[in-house]
């Protein structure tokens, strides 16, 4: 599993297809993340997740066994303003520690910062 996370628009999926060749990175969602070869949107996906009351750590377990080759795309959130509402905070914090979460499971983790990846793991 690949990891490529990095701010809103700063290259992730051009990124994604000009270093690993995959030009069909799509949305994730509960089809897309046990199937694609890549997927973004990820930190969108977490608030579906939770929306649903889905357990996430179980849900990238599940990621890692049935689509170990998949590479997901991730918007760093935790670097913006913290949100006033409580939903939205807690939303930000679950984002950050699953990401957390994904990079210690994933094989490589890429940081994007203006269209340049700097490999982290």
Same mark, same amino acid.
């Given at each position: 599993? #690949?990891?490529?996370?990095? &701010?809103? !628009?700063?290259?992730?999926? !051009?990124?994604?297809? +000009?270093?690993?060749?995959? =030009? ?6 509960? =089809? ?5 070869? $890549? ?11 939770? $929306? =649903?009351?889905?357990?996430? /750590? $179980?849900?990238? !377990? +599940?990621?890692?066994?049935? *689509? ?12 913006? /303003?913290?949100?006033? !509402?409580? &939903?939205? #905070? +807690?939303?930000? +914090? %679950?984002?950050?520690? %699953?990401?957390?979460?994904? $990079?210690?499971?994933? =094989?490589? /983790?890429? #940081? ?5 990846? *700097? #490999?982290?793991?």
């Amino acid at each position: 599993m #690949r990891f490529v996370i990095g &701010g809103a !628009d700063s290259g992730k999926r !051009d990124f994604v297809r +000009e270093n690993y060749g995959i =030009d069909e990175i799509l949305i994730a969602d509960y =089809d897309s993340v046990l199937t694609a070869k $890549a997927v973004y949107g990820f930190h969108i996906f977490i608030k579906k997740l939770m $929306a =649903d009351g889905k357990d996430i /750590v $179980a849900v990238i !377990d +599940e990621i890692s066994e049935k *689509n170990h080759d998949i590479t997901i795309v991730s918007t760093e959130i935790g670097y913006g /303003v913290v949100p006033m !509402d409580k &939903g939205d #905070r +807690e939303w930000r +914090e %679950t984002v950050g520690r %699953t990401c957390c979460y994904i $990079a210690k499971k994933a =094989d490589e /983790v890429v #940081r994007i910062v203006c269209g340049v990846g *700097n #490999r982290i793991k």
